[in-house]
């Protein structure tokens, strides 16, 4: 394996966005890219990662190898790496260590690291192709202000999405709160738009716990997306450059 | 108070 990214940026706040909901992880290397697939240790949130071929520059893969990488100890290397640096993930056939090139732009430093891997014994979960009754998408930093406040009123929201918009409600103690975002097109910024497209009026409720963590992802785009049916597992989604994306499942509270 | 699901009902191991 050999992968240059132009700038670390993108992997060290990918690895930022996930090394709190799950710890030990196989990178997965083939010929498409690099993929990871992990559960969060109660089962309750799944992350799925693809850094397309297209997102280096070169990628080059001869062969499938997963890599096994604690990644509180990939946060630990990665921290060496400024967000400017040209970052080159090596390893080779059956290798003991994956190794981490920074370069500056201006090339008069280059860092050289390598990081133990790790066996993981971790069970690949197929995902359905979901043709999901909501989708709605936003700018990401409305989406993390929405679930940082109602967080301060309740532990879980319920968010319904309509024709008319998308409106996340929370319940507490002290009180209640709901937002509602409405569909609209801003022309001048395109990344300020709501989208909804809706074939059935959804409602379900999850862990704010669990939202505000994948909102650790917010600075990777502009916009997220949030995939939504009935009784299903949400899917929200930070599109990429080149095809890549950072996804998260979660899995709905139960009524009673 | 509702309870929390888990993935394992939805997702399957390949």
Known sequence: LEARLEAADLFKKVVEAIKDLVQH?????????????AMDNSHVALVSMMLTADTFTPFRCDRNIPLGIDLTSLTKVLRAAQSS???TI???????????VFEGKDQDRISEYDL?????DQEHLGIPDTEYAATASM????FKRICSDLLLISEAVSIECTKEGITFKAEGDIGNGSVTLRQHSDLENSDKNVDISLTEPV?????LKYLTGFCK?????NQVRLCLSNDVP????????????????LAPKIGD | ISGQGTLGEFFKPK
């Open chain 1, 116 to 120: 133990k891997l790790m066996d993981i």
């Open chain 1, 139 to 142: 700018p990401a930093a409305d």
């Open chain 1, 25 to 37: 992880c196989n990178f997965d290397c083939n010929d498409s890219g690099i993929a990871l697939q």
């Open chain 1, 85 to 87: 640096d040209i970052l």
């Open chain 1, 90 to 100: 090596k390893s080779e056939d059956a290798p003991d260590v994956v190794n981490l």
């Open chain 1, 203 to 207: 409602a379900l409720s999850f862990s």
């Open chain 1, 234 to 249: 949400l899917m929200v989604e930070y599109a990429l450059a080149n095809n890549s994306y950072l996804r998260f499942y």
């Open chain 1, 217 to 221: 992802a917010t600075g990777l785009s």
